[in-house]
């Protein structure tokens, strides 16, 4: 009887970044800088998360890219390049 080898297991891939030109991520540099000097609250769309992220900026730290959104004493961070959109929240 010969010896078969089995089928290699198939991984999930995960869900890739939108891909985005450099005006846009300029223009996104431009709106969280404007956040975090307003002290507003804003709402932000984050990949792979259902419900956007409703706060103020707190920090944006160049090193890491890590944006600190907070909001009613709970802190995110946000990796720069998972904020999609950034919109001024009424609320």
């Known amino acids: 009887m010969p010896v078969g080898f089995s089928k290699p297991k198939r991984v999930k891939k995960a869900a890739k970044h939108p891909d985005r030109d450099e005006f846009d991520l300029e223009e996104l540099a431009m ?34 890219k890590l944006i600190t959104i907070q909001r009613y004493g709970e802190i995110f961070k946000a990796h720069f390049l998972d904020i999609l959109k950034v919109n001024s929240y009424e609320g």
């Open 31 to 64: 709106t969280l800088n404007e956040a975090l000097n307003t002290n507003k609250m804003y709402s932000f769309a984050v990949f792979n998360r259902d419900e956007p992220i409703v706060g103020k900026v707190t920090k944006m730290d160049p090193n890491t």
